[in-house]
């Protein structure tokens, strides 16, 4: 584990975090720089960089844990959607490399736009499907 981790330093107890639910292996609590009040983070206790380093069984806890903080933004925070998200690797916007994901409440008309969409060209997505079931058969 990296000694600069922030988010060990929280599993560990040495740096504070609002904190929201716990279980043996899997942490929620609110982030410091929420996009919606209730925007939380689910993150393993121990350290793995990515969701390609974690064990199955912790990403289906972790999975588990944000469906309930999903319930619970409806239901306290009248949240009318939510989005889950994680970002892996600096390319992809992740700030602290620690695996976790994002629990946001959402609201009808808030403003927020995540993804632009685009479209393929020609036949580049019967190439771009192929290409990936060729390595998905090795997987």
């Known amino acids: 584990m990296p000694r600069e981790c922030i988010f060990c330093q929280i599993a560990a107890g040495r740096a504070p975090a ?13 982030d410091i720089a ?3 009040y209730g925007h939380a983070l689910v993150i393993p206790r121990q350290h793995y960089e990515t ?3 974690l ?6 806890e972790m999975g588990q844990v ?5 319930r619970a933004l409806q239901k306290k925070l009248y949240a ?9 690797y600096e390319a992809a916007g992740q700030v602290v490399p620690h ?23 020609g036949q580049d997505m019967a190439s ?4 990936l079931r060729e390595v998905l058969a090795g997987l």
């Open 128 to 131: 771009v499907g192929r290409q």
């Open 34 to 36: 929420p996009v919606h």
């Open 18 to 30: 609002e904190m929201l639910l716990e279980t043996h292996r899997v942490l929620a609590f609110l």
């Open 55 to 60: 064990p199955d069984e912790l990403w289906l």
């Open 80 to 88: 009318q959607g939510f989005n889950l998200g994680m970002n892996n």
């Open 66 to 70: 944000s469906r309930r903080l999903a």
């Open 99 to 121: 695996a976790h994901l994002h629990v946001i409440p959402r609201y009808r008309d808030d403003g927020l736009h995540f993804f632009p969409q685009g479209h393929y060209q």
């Open 51 to 53: 969701l390609l380093d």
